[in-house]
């Protein structure tokens, strides 16, 4: 059984840009760094939560800048199942269910990228992702007239 995100903190927000790089590689990484037990309180009932600490870093090209996201996912489960994730944290610090990593590294990037889009623009550095754009396509029944 796969528990729940019920909600997200973030404590530590850094953004910085230090000098200017053309074609800089611009590379994300999202971490776990911490998993630890606890409870939360809402309408009068308690429930038993693990909280989940991360940290998501968007390095640009060589140190030309940097954003920093600190925070923590609180993660709401049956009783056995967090006791299961915070000792398998313990003993190998790593999230071994697929269905729990997935959800959580993916709450993570979406977080982590609400918050980076516009902090990159505020330091005048390029979005941590590329954006869509919209691009013109041919028709082909027009390109086989035109090489007739």
Do not use: C
Request: charged share 30%.
């Amino acid at each position: 059984m796969v528990g729940t995100i019920i909600g997200e903190q973030l404590n530590k927000i850094v953004a910085e840009r230090t000098g200017w790089q053309a074609k800089m590689k611009i590379e994300n990484r999202p971490e776990i760094v911490d998993i630890t037990r606890g409870q939360f309180g809402f309408a009068g009932e308690r429930r038993n939560l693990a909280g989940i600490q991360f940290k998501f870093t968007a390095s640009y090209g060589d140190k030309v800048g940097q954003i920093v996201l600190d925070g923590v996912i609180y993660y709401a489960a049956p009783e056995k199942e967090l006791d299961e994730l915070v000792t398998a944290w313990k003993k190998d610090k790593e999230i071994k269910e697929d269905e729990i990593r997935i959800t959580v590294m993916n709450r993570i990037l979406e977080l982590a990228f609400l918050q980076a889009i516009p902090l990159s623009h505020q330091v005048k550095l390029p979005p941590p992702i590329a954006m869509p754009r919209v691009e013109l396509v041919k028709d082909k029944k027009e390109d086989k007239k035109e090489s007739k």
